[in-house]
């Protein structure tokens, strides 16, 4: 039974670096039984897509979407974890956040007054895509603070990058962030050595330096300090379908894409197989898809479409989806881009 504050893994990185992959890979080599642990799965969509996947047997999980942990449901995480803390038989929360999370405002509110005493945080992880680092050009800055402020960093799909590029890739990362652990992955497999090794304020005091350095930057942050570029309005739009899409007809709806969409996500059925429900993602300015079947056991979760960008034409996705859903879609929950 545990009697110490409960320990934090965090998981940072850009949308599409491979976070859920990787955390799939950490929750099975996991020394902690999942009956022991908990999952808090931030989507900065309506739907928490992550969370339907990762969701397993004995594992308490905690899906917070609509809005990013850093920003609009920051009270809503502390709530979380402060309830997760007074249960004694549990020993480790994973918690993945938002593509779009600032790290140094995720710190805060993890040494929120609330917490204190009743966690601490065990690892600050940043994923970094080797194959699109640095990442879209509009929120560069962004993935290059989740960089800054790790202790653990993972440069996942290594294997698509040429031994030169990941050398010079590494010394890039090196020159921001010199200290933290950095690890070589392939489809988010990783060496995991000395990761579950729990060094008490081992993780804030590694950041300690650059927060204090950023406190100084001329920034004006909406709510404390703005480290990126002036962000532009941004939405979630999620649309449910009722029937199940031709192959050809998805794909053309991929390539026809507006290139204000960062991320686009969710669950599909396709024509040629009706009975299968798979998950789509894709990260629109690498131009990279990912289509597998759901392979989680129970009822396979209900189709539908997420889709992540700043100035997105509703009535364009409701025309382009309309074939393939059985009521109106819902307009999308306009939110502020962290």
């Known amino acids: 039974m545990r009697t110490t504050p409960l320990p934090v893994i965090a998981l940072t990185g850009f949308l599409g670096s491979g976070k859920t ?7 099975a080599k996991s020394p902690v039984a ?23 047997p004995n594992l308490q999980l ?22 997760l803390a007074e249960n004694p038989e549990l020993e480790l929360v994973w918690m993945e956040t938002s593509g779009l999370a600032e790290p140094d405002e995720i710190l805060d509110h993890l040494t929120s007054p609330k917490l204190q005493g009743k966690i601490r945080v065990q690892r600050l992880v940043q994923v970094i895509d080797a194959a ?4 879209p050009w509009r929120l560069r800055a962004l993935e290059e603070e989740q960089l800054r402020y790790a202790d653990w960093i993972v440069l996942n799909k290594a294997d698509l990058v040429t031994p030169d590029l990941l050398e010079k890739l590494t010394a890039k990362i090196r020159a921001i962030n010199p200290h933290a652990v950095l690890h070589r992955a392939t489809r988010g497999e ?19 330096e650059a927060h204090e350095a950023h406190e100084h930057d001329d920034c004006g942050h909406d709510h404390a300090c703005q480290h990126v570029p002036a962000p532009t309005p941004a939405a979630t739009l999620y649309y449910p379908l009722s029937q199940p899409i031709p192959r050809a007809a998805f794909d ?32 629109c300015e690498q131009q990279e898809t990912l289509i597998l079947p759901v392979s989680k056991a129970g009822a396979p979760p209900a189709p539908g479409l997420v889709f992540i960008g700043p100035q997105l034409d509703e009535a364009w996705f409701r025309q382009q989806l309309a074939p393939w859903m059985s009521r109106p879609a819902s307009g999308g929950t306009r939110l502020k881009m962290i």
Do not use: M
């Not at 992959?21 to 950490?26: A, C, D, G, I, K």
């Not at 990013?68 to 449901?73: I, L, Q």
């Not at 920051?74 to 309830?83: S, T």
């Not at 090794?197 to 081992?202: K, M, N, Y």
């Open 252 to 283: 053309r709806f991929l390539s026809e894409l507006p290139p204000s969409v960062y991320r686009a996500k969710g669950f599909v059925r396709f024509a040629e197989e009706p009975a299968v429900v798979q998950t789509f993602q894709r990260v």
């Open 34 to 56: 999942a009956e022991k642990s908990a999952l808090v799965i931030n989507d900065f969509g309506p739907v928490n897509i992550d969370a339907l996947l990762l969701n397993r």
């Open 62 to 83: 905690l899906s917070i979407a609509g809005g990013c942990v850093c920003c609009t449901s920051y009270g809503e995480l502390i709530d979380n974890l402060a309830k």
């Open 132 to 135: 699109h680092y640095p990442g």
């Open 21 to 27: 992959t990787l955390l799939e890979h950490w929750l």
């Open 190 to 208: 990783t060496e995991s050595a000395h990761f579950w090794d729990a060094h008490d304020g081992a993780v804030l005091a590694s950041v300690a």
